[in-house]
């Protein structure tokens, strides 16, 4: 099953049938929603409002670990994740896509992990985003007719505030193509949970080191939204008969094993406690398998 976290905009997709809200209880708290599912040209998709409908959480306020959670037990194979994130470069105008490869972590007040004392874990996040997926959205991006660019570095701030100039151009001078505040630990908790991650940054506006960011208006910024959620649901409805394509093959990153030797805590240390809210994420290693939403 193909998930989409992003925001209420992408799940009106023409065609989408079958659709029902459904609530995932999680060992790790409330989701940001309810999960839309549905069925586009036969094919299952899960859609997960990361803010929550309304927009009511803001990015500090996301339980991302119940969201990769309550998706895993949903079924959820491959996620993909949208967000809207500001430009660092001058060749990445808004209404740009960008198939991300790459993150700086810069978010400091977030459970970024399912493990800790009694189960720790660590996970490689070399190359913290699925290049299988990203193959199929740059194609479906391509057939789509979206402007975008496949690969950039995504700086992750911890927000709610938009950064200072001094902090933008510090981001610059690190090579970093993007900048929003949503996407970790996002990807960080979908390679715990072993799920195939990709990221699709759909620039809105320049960051404030653009000699021309004081003169964008809230109207041009919206507009750029509006137009970023029609190209966001072409990409989506083009992606997912190719994802669903790809599913069930052996991810050749080994997303689907990422935990395979990432377990340090010996078996007979394990707190049992930890052990059993780890059903659906780590279930495949410890031998539970979680139970039916």
């Given at each position: 099953?193909?998930a989409v976290i992003g925001g209420s905009g ?135 007719g979206i402007r975008h660019v496949r690969g ?104 689907q094993h990422a935990l395979e030797y990432a ?31």
């Amino acid at each position: 099953m193909l998930a989409v976290i992003g925001g209420s905009g992408v799940y009106a997709i023409d065609g989408l049938a079958h659709t029902r809200w459904v609530k995932v209880d999680s060992p790790f708290g409330e989701p940001s929603d309810e999960i839309l599912l549905g069925e586009l040209a036969g094919q299952p998709l899960a859609f997960l409002p990361r803010h929550g409908r309304g927009h009511r959480l803001p990015p500090s306020a996301i339980n991302f670990r119940a969201n990769i959670d309550a998706l895993k037990r949903l079924g959820a194979t491959q996620v993909l994740s949208v967000s809207a994130v500001g430009s660092l470069r001058e060749d990445l105008p808004p209404g740009t896509f960008v198939i991300v490869d790459q993150f700086i972590d810069r978010t400091y007040a977030r459970e970024k992990s399912f493990f800790g004392t009694g189960l720790v874990a660590h996970v490689s996040l070399a190359h913290p985003v699925c290049s299988r997926l990203g193959d199929a959205l740059t194609v479906a991006a391509t057939e789509a007719g979206i402007r975008h660019v496949r690969g950039g570095t995504y700086l992750v701030m911890e927000g709610p505030q938009f950064s200072s100039k001094a902090e933008s151009e510090l981001y610059r001078s690190w090579n970093c193509d993007v900048i929003g505040m949503t996407n970790m630990p996002e990807a960080k908790l979908a390679r715990e949970a072993e799920l195939c991650y990709a990221t699709v940054a759909m620039v809105t506006d320049f960051d404030c080191w653009h000699p021309d960011h004081d003169h964008v208006s809230v109207e041009m910024i919206v507009r750029t939204l509006h137009a970023n959620a029609d190209h966001a649901r072409n990409l989506v409805r083009q992606v997912a008969p190719r994802v669903a394509r790809i599913e069930g093959g052996a991810c050749p990153q080994g997303c689907q094993h990422a935990l395979e030797y990432a377990l340090i805590t010996s078996p007979d240390a394990r707190d049992p406690v930890l052990c059993a809210r780890l059903d659906a994420v780590a279930g495949r290693v410890l031998g539970r398998r979680a139970a039916a939403p």
